[in-house]
């Protein structure tokens, strides 16, 4: 089955600078790559996806990244926010989104003011 | 996007005794999922509830322990049977819309177990 790994686990960036998190992924055939954020105490919310049909894409401060090559998909945050601060999972199936997800262990975000 | 209402939000059981799950969401979708996170951990599948039979479930994961129905589009259970410590987390459901591939979430059950 699907293996997600996700680094790094924690993440401490100064406020106003760019946050990266790097996911790989062993399946081939997987081709629906959501983020999520989760606060603490609350529900993941999907914060950005990506098929692989796709190499980028773009909403407002957030980016995810994805080279199918070489089974890696990553999360970019630009002009980070005290707001940001969560913890972020990736995640992959091979259904498109119609199958259940396998999770990264997720990273902590930590926006220092 | 789907709304979606899971019962109860916590609970604190007693070891050997079971918990039923409801989630509930109020418009019809293809998939329902239930995961499990454990504190401060990551999220892993227990199985996809399949409406009108049986439920798939993940490696690790067996019927005996978390039986599933899924009665309609709108509607599922997860019951943790004969519950010990360890099953001490919280149990999500999720559900997919036939409008999209999004996944989203309920809530939650954060559960433990004395």
């Known amino acids: 089955g699907e293996n997600v790994e996700q680094h790094p686990s924690t993440l401490s960036v100064q406020e106003g600078d760019s946050a990266v998190i790097k996911c790989t992924y062993s399946d081939s055939a997987s081709n629906y790559f959501p983020w999520y954020k989760q606060e603490l105490g609350k529900r993941p919310q999907l914060i950005i996806d990506i098929r692989s049909n796709v190499g980028e894409k773009k909403d407002q401060r957030i980016a995810v990244t994805l080279n199918k090559t070489a089974k890696h998909f990553s999360l970019h945050i630009t002009e980070t926010q005290p707001e940001d601060s969560a913890v972020y999972f990736c995640a992959a199936n091979s259904g498109g989104g119609a199958d259940g997800l396998t999770f990264g262990k997720g990273t902590h975000l930590i926006i220092q003011p | 996007s789907a709304v979606i209402s899971q019962k109860p939000s916590r609970d604190i059981c007693q070891r050997g005794t079971s918990l039923t799950i409801q989630c509930q969401v109020d418009?019809?979708?293809?998939?329902m999922f239930w995961y499990r996170q454990q504190p401060g951990q990551s999220l892993t599948l227990i199985a996809t509830a399949n409406q009108g039979s049986e439920a798939t479930y993940e490696s690790g994961f067996v019927i005996d322990k978390f039986p599933i129905s899924r009665p309609n589009l709108t509607f599922s259970t997860l019951t943790v049977s004969n519950m010990s410590p360890e099953d001490s987390s919280i149990y999500l459901c999720?559900?997919?819309?036939?409008?999209?591939?999004?996944?989203?979430f309920g809530q939650g059950t954060r559960l433990t177990v004395v």
């Open positions: 999720s559900v997919v819309d036939g409008l999209n591939t999004e996944a989203f």
């Open positions: 418009s019809q979708v293809t998939m």
